[in-house]
């Protein structure tokens, strides 16, 4: 009876992780470039005892979950620090919490009080060099596909040339590339570090990405997820009383 426990107690683990999982992405379903947080199946693995297998198995997570890379929708804004990938590619940020570089596809930009370019985030958009990327006050921006930004300053004589004001870093991955979330849930390869920049995305000014997760996909995940759970729920109650059954059997006649 125990093995029969045990699977469903372990079943109800790793749908509880999935939980978790569904509610980050419907939380994030709104945040501009957003990525789908993947399951992660893992392996199963047998007990052992002895050297010798058992029949009791465990679903395990094996290493970092995976994320949906799709192209989220894209939605025109009209605002000049508004930006989106177009199709492959990634942005680099230095998180607000420090740490290492990571990569996002999130490009609502602004410019913060002491001149740095921020997303809504809050974090720190970088050049090619892995630099903060800092803009004097302007009057006009224009953002090429390529990542180029080009200003008028705010003290520019009137009709005069647009300037370089930075360039955002861009890269789109080798297909050899595994990227995956960290603990900060910021996007980096599998070791914490970014690939090299490579200037390859293309990049639409006036527009926004929105995330890629499905609403109705997730809400009928969840549907399943609470069918699965009454159904382990049921398969502990039962295992419970045919343990009980089974102690009754073996019960001395006199007790």
Do not use: C, H
Request: hydrophobic share 35%.
């Amino acid at each position: 009876m125990d093995r029969m426990i045990y699977t469903a107690l372990n079943a109800l683990s790793t749908q509880r992780d999935q939980r978790i999982t569904q509610a980050q992405n419907l939380a994030n379903m709104n945040v501009p470039g957003f990525r789908r947080d993947l399951a992660n199946e893992g392996r199963t693995y047998f007990a052992e005892a002895l050297d010798t297998a058992k029949v009791r198995a465990f679903q395990t997570e094996t290493g970092s979950a995976g994320f949906l890379t799709d192209s989220g929708p894209l939605q025109p804004t009209g605002g000049e620090l508004d930006i989106a990938v177009i199709d492959e590619g990634y942005l680099y940020i230095q998180p607000d919490s420090g740490g290492e570089p990571a990569l996002t596809r999130r490009g609502d930009m602004r410019r913060s009080l002491d001149g740095v370019l921020v997303n809504g985030a809050g974090e720190t958009m970088l050049d090619p060099n892995m630099d903060p990327i800092e803009l004097q006050e302007y009057r006009e921006i224009t953002i090429t596909d390529i990542g180029e930004i080009w200003i008028v300053p705010s003290n520019a004589e009137p009709g005069a040339a647009p300037i370089l004001g930075g360039t955002l870093a861009t890269v789109i991955p080798d297909e050899e590339t595994v990227l995956r979330k960290s603990s900060d849930g910021q996007i980096r390869m599998e070791d914490g570090t970014v690939p090299n920049p490579n200037q390859l995305a293309k990049i639409n000014q006036g527009a926004l990405e929105g995330s890629n997760v499905n609403t109705v996909e997730e809400l009928i995940s969840s549907i399943e997820m609470q069918r699965n759970f009454e159904l382990n729920i049921r398969l502990v109650s039962n295992a419970s009383k045919l343990d009980e059954a089974s102690a009754r059997l073996l019960r001395s006649p006199d007790s």
